[in-house]
């Protein structure tokens, strides 16, 4: 009944610029939280930066450089991504905590959604 949609991966040169996006498709009532993590073949999945309210944490490569954003009435987040560096390549995920969504008449609460997940690469 829920999915999360990602789009805006791609490949781009050593700092260039991407935009992520993800939409939590479903009837949605509410999400606590929205980010995005990453994973390589050789590195377990990491935090890049997640949204709870208006406030943003971001892992300490990409401080200054990512820039994350919501837009609740669209439950989807977005991911700024600026002067993009050799070790930013990842398949990057999208997430939503505390997601509560209505399957007929019920409210289901509480449950976290991982998009399918999108390539960034970057490259010379």
């Known amino acids: 009944q829920v999915r999360l949609v990602e789009s805006g991966g791609g490949t781009v040169q050593p700092g260039g610029s991407l935009k992520l996006s993800c939409v939590a498709e479903?009837?949605?009532?509410?999400?606590?939280?929205m980010g995005w993590y990453r994973q390589t073949p050789k590195t377990p999945r990491e935090m890049v930066a997640t949204?709870?309210?208006?406030?943003?944490k971001y892992e300490d490569s990409v401080e200054g450089r990512f820039t994350i954003s919501r837009d609740a009435a669209k439950n989807a987040v977005y991911l700024h991504m600026n002067n993009l560096e050799f070790e930013d390549t990842a398949v990057y995920y999208c997430?939503?905590?505390?997601?509560?969504?209505?399957?007929?008449?019920?409210?289901?609460?509480?449950?976290?959604?991982w998009g399918q997940g999108t390539q960034v690469t970057v490259s010379s």
């Open positions: 479903g009837r949605i009532q509410s999400i606590d939280t």
């Open positions: 997430k939503a905590d505390g997601l509560g969504y209505y399957d007929g008449d019920y409210l289901i609460m509480g449950n976290h959604y």
């Open positions: 949204m709870t309210g208006g406030l943003a």
